[in-house]
């Protein structure tokens, strides 16, 4: 369902904000489960407007930086800060390992508030009065420099910018009543900082830098954290679109695979300030093999473990092929027989809900071709002569 500049209309969901969590996202008009979620956020902001909040308030990272400036070091270099960035003196915003065009055409920078991405997928614009900018040509995807459409059906000046949850520090979402970030009308909501800050993480830290202690701070190690954004679904199914498992849903990928049930979560792999999209193995505590001490490969030349188990099953801005998008898959386990490739078909709508394992035309078809030539660059493979390869490929 399209959302307009009209009512929302409010649900009283009693839920943590956590693990409620999805989006209205995508690149088509096609939404789904989102107006529940957001209406969570109508509770938070009930709460706000209590008035009894008396507790730490935001005060920047930068604040964060004077005394852990080498985890300030990590972090900034990573995709977290960036993910809604504000335009200063009619100036792009400036990215460590990117660079974005000028705004779509009809824009120039004095016209556009603030940049949503732009740090490696994809960038869409905000313009001055708050609303996401629609049309054909106004999602910037950075993979192959194109543009493409973001709810073209949508006239302009319509789309409102409430995914403040999962892109901004101390979000509280209103509706087109306000209060509105900057007085823009078209954004549903407040927020401290824009991008996912060290308070996104650790909570308000007013009371923590006056007295630094452990006991004034948050510090949750637990794979829920993270999944507070990187989901989709309410019911943590994993979601499909186009053939591809839809973007930021790692949490319930993960959710669904043997390292949930192992207790291997989010931070036993990754550093939480570190990035891995620009830099791999360097943004993590541990690899496969520090676990997985003696797997053998039986495979021409040693392919890395990740080539198969979390290739591009999942799509944010642009696919390579039909079995290559842009976003690793956290399912680990492979399946390797018939029964297991078919359930991650999908349903003639377009979307279906599965759990695992991943099936061998994402495993394989990265690198070998399918019978019609789909695929990567090496030989061409049919899914039955994958399933017979792959049984006991370690051994
Ligand atoms: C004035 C210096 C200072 C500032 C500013 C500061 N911290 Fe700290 N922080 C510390 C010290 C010192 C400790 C260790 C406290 C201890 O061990 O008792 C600490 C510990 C922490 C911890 C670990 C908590 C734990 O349970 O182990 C976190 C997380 C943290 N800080 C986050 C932040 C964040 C986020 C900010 C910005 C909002 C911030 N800090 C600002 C000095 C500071
Ligand atoms: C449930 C949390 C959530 C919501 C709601 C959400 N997003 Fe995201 N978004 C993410 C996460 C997590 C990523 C990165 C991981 C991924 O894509 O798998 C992301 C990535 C993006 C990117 C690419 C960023 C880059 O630097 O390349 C854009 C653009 C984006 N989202 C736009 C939107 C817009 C516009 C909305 C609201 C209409 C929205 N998102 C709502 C969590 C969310
Ligand atoms: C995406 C979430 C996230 C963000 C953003 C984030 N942190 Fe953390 N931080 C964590 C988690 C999770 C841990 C606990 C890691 C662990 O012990 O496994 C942590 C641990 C810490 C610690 C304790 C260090 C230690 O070795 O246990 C400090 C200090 C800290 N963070 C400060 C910061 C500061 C300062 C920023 C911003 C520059 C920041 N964090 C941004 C999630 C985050
Ligand atoms: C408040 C929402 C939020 C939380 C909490 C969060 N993330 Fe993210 N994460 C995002 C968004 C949004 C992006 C996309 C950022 C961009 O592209 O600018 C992202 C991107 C990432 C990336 C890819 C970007 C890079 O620099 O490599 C990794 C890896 C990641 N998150 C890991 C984690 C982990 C691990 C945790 C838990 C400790 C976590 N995130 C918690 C919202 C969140
Ligand atoms: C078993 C280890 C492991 C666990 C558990 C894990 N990750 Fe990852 N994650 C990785 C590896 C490995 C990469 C890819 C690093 C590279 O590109 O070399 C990655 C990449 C990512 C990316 C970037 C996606 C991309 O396209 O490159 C995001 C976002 C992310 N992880 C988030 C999460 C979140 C959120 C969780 C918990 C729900 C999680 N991860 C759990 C190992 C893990
Ligand atoms: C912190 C340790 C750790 C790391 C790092 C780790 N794993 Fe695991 N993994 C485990 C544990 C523990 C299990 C469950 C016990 C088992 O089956 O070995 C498991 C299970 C698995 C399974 C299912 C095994 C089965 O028998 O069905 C696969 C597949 C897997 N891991 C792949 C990976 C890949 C690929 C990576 C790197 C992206 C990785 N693991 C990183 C600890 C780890
Ligand atoms: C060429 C593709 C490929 C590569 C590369 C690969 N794997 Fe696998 N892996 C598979 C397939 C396929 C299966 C399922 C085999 C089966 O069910 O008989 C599997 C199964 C597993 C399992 C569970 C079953 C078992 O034998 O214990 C683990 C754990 C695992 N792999 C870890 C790894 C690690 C760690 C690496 C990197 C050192 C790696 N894999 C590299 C394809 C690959
Ligand atoms: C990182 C790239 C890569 C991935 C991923 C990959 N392969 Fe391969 N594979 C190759 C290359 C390179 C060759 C040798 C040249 C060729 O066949 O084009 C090869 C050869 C083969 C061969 C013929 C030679 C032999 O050893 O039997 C089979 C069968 C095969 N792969 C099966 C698989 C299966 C099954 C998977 C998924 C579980 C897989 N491959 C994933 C790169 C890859």
Not at 69 to 75: E, K, L, R, V, Y
Request: charged letters at 15%; proline letters at 5%; hydrophobic letters at 25%.
């Amino acid at each position: 369902m399209l959302r307009t500049h009209g009512i929302v209309p409010v649900l009283i969901v009693a839920l943590a904000l956590g693990l409620a969590s999805g989006c209205s996202d995508d690149d088509s008009g096609q939404n789904n489960n989102v107006n529940v979620n957001d209406n969570t956020n109508v509770n938070d902001n009930t709460n706000t407007n209590t008035n009894t909040n008396t507790g730490p308030t935001y005060v920047g990272s930068a604040t964060c930086e004077t005394c852990h400036s080498a985890i300030h070091a990590d972090f900034i270099e990573s995709g977290h800060p960036y993910k809604l960035n504000k335009v200063e003196n009619d100036q792009a915003p400036t990215y460590p390992h990117s660079t974005i065009p000028n705004p779509p055409n009809g824009y120039t920078w004095a016209d556009v508030s603030y940049v949503i991405g732009g740090y490696f997928w994809k960038a869409r614009w905000i313009d001055n009065d708050g609303y996401i900018v629609t049309g054909t040509d106004v999602q910037y995807n950075l993979v192959d420099q194109s543009w493409s459409a973001y709810h073209d059906t949508d006239p302009v000046g319509t789309k409102p910018y409430d995914c403040g949850k999962c892109h901004t520090t101390g979000w509280v979402a209103t509706d087109e009543n306000g209060p509105h970030q900057d007085d823009l009308p078209g954004i549903y909501g407040t927020f401290a900082q824009g991008g996912i800050h060290c308070e996104a993480c650790h909570g308000p830290g007013s009371d923590h830098v006056a007295a630094p202690s452990t006991a004034n701070i948050v510090k949750d190690t637990s794979s829920d954290l993270c999944g507070q954004c990187h989901t989709r679904d309410s019911q943590n199914r994993i979601e499909f679109k186009g053939g591809f498992v839809r973007h930021h849903e790692q949490y319930d990928e993960w959710l669904a695979s043997p390292h949930n049930a192992a207790n291997v979560g989010c931070n036993t792999c990754h550093d939480p300030h570190k990035g891995t999209v620009y830099f791999g193995a360097a943004g993590l505590n541990q690899e496969c093999q520090d676990c997985h001490t003696s797997m053998t490969v039986n495979h021409n030349g040693t392919p890395g473990c990740i080539d198969c188990h979390m290739p591009n099953a999942a799509k944010s801005a642009k696919s390579v092929t039909m079995y290559d998008g842009d976003v690793r898959s956290h399912m680990f386990a492979i399946g390797t027989t018939d029964a297991t490739w078919s359930s991650m078909t999908y349903e003639a709508d377009g979307k279906t809900f599965l759990n695992g394992p991943l099936t061998l035309d994402y495993a394989c078809y990265g690198c070998h071709k399918d019978e019609n030539g789909e695929g990567g660059a090496y030989s061409i493979k049919t899914m039955i002569e994958l399933s017979n390869r792959a049984t006991g490929i370690h051994q």
